[in-house]
């Protein structure tokens, strides 16, 4: 169920448009879609899915070698590395709260969580399969996989569209409610410092939350430019625009550097920053933000300020119980 409890409404003045800013908490559960509803039997399918790094040519990578899901649900690299140490040009996103984004990867061309999980696995340079009917046979090859898609999806039923289905089921369950930030929501006005008061104040009266907006502050449905103005120093230094973002998809020039909107929820554990990786500290990527973003010179105290803020969106992460994958006895993969 889809709760959003908007429990404080603020006015904010952003040029001459007035933008009202709810401050939502976290919901503890994700909506799913009509033709995948959550069922215990497919996320403990998706969950062993995701660990299990046979789904990956080499043996040796799976979904959680880049999104951890014992740290902040990414790698902490600026670029991940697939099989065989192959690196690609853009960061890990953290999965924690991925069930809440409106379309999935930085440029957005997933438009669910089952989409996404659908495409590592036969990308060359993430986990290597020659083909998804290839990873079916795997499966299907590996004893304890049959039962565990029956009890999920009835007889017979190992396929992609199962497997990317659990796997999806899984990620619903990656939550990470009752920050500090959403205590405070919920009314309890000392679970955030002065100092992280005035951080989230500064937010949004200098306007980031026009774009991080909505419970996980990832502004629901919305891609936006990045950067939006041009700064020779931050552009010789972080090579932003090297990579065009939604464009890279649809080849169309009204859609360069159009990125989507990430999330802020957890934002202090899954450093470094931005698509490309390129920055290594959250008081940079403030700095940044308000440069390029909004043409503002954030002064100290507010970069201080805001990453105080945004350090109270650390949420708690549930504790889970990790799978027992099924065992080969005798064989190996390659
Ligand atoms: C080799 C590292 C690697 C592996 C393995 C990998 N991913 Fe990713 N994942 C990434 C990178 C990098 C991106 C961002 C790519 C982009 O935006 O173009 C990403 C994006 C995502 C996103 C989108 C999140 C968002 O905020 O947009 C989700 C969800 C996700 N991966 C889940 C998975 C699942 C599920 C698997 C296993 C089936 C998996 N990943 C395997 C590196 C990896
Ligand atoms: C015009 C829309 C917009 C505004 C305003 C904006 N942001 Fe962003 N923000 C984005 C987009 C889009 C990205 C992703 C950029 C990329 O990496 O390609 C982003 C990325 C970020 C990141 C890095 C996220 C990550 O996972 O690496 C942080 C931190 C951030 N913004 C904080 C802020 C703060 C703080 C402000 C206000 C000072 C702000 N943003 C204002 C759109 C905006």
């Known amino acids: 169920m889809f709760k959003i409890r908007a429990l404080v409404t ?6 001459s ?9 976290l919901p503890t559960s994700a909506p799913a879609p009509a033709d995948n509803p959550t069922t215990e039997e497919k996320i403990e ?3 062993m899915l995701y660990h299990d790094p046979r789904l990956s040519s080499t043996g040796t990578v799976s979904c959680a070698s880049c999104h951890n899901t014992m740290l902040g649900g990414e790698d902490n690299r ?4 697939g099989v065989n140490g192959q690196t690609g040009g853009r960061s890990a996103p953290t999965v924690w709260n991925s069930a809440f984004n409106a379309v ?31 990873v079916v046979a795997r499966l299907k090859s590996i004893d304890g996989y049959a039962k565990a898609f029956e009890l999920a999806f009835g007889k017979d039923s190992i396929s992609k569209d199962n497997a990317t289905k659990a796997i999806a089921a899984y990620e619903r369950t990656l939550i990470t409610p009752h920050s500090p930030y959403d205590k405070y929501v919920a009314g309890d006005k000392s679970a955030l410092t002065e100092q992280q008061v005035r951080g989230m104040n500064s937010a949004q009266e200098l306007g980031c939350t026009s774009c991080h907006s909505g419970p996980a502050f990832n502004g629901p449905g919305m891609f936006q430019p990045f950067p939006m103005h041009s700064n020779p120093y931050f552009a010789a230094k972080y090579h932003f625009k090297n990579d065009k973002g939604l464009a890279e998809v649809t080849k169309k020039a009204e859609d360069e550097h159009l990125w989507k909107v990430p999330t802020l929820r957890n934002i202090a554990l899954t450093a470094p920053y ?7 500290t959250l008081d940079e990527a403030v700095l ?3 440069k390029l973003q909004l043409d503002k010179d954030l002064t100290k105290e507010q970069v201080a300020d805001i990453v105080a803020f945004l350090n109270s969106l650390t949420g708690e992460f549930p504790k889970q119980k990790m799978p027992v994958l099924p065992a080969t006895p005798g064989t190996t993969f390659n």
Do not use: C, Y
């Open 17 to 25: 448009i007035s933008v009202a800013t709810a401050w939502e908490t």
């Open 288 to 290: 940044i933000m308000g």
């Open 104 to 134: 999935q990867f930085w440029d957005g061309r997933a438009a669910s969580l089952e989409a996404q999980a659908a495409g590592p696995v036969t990308n060359p340079i993430e986990m290597g399969m020659k083909s998804w009917d290839e």
């Open 10 to 15: 603020a006015l904010t003045l952003i040029g």
């Open 274 to 280: 931005f698509h490309n990786g390129s920055v290594k």
């Open 78 to 81: 600026p670029n991940s590395m």
């Open 45 to 47: 399918l998706g969950k």
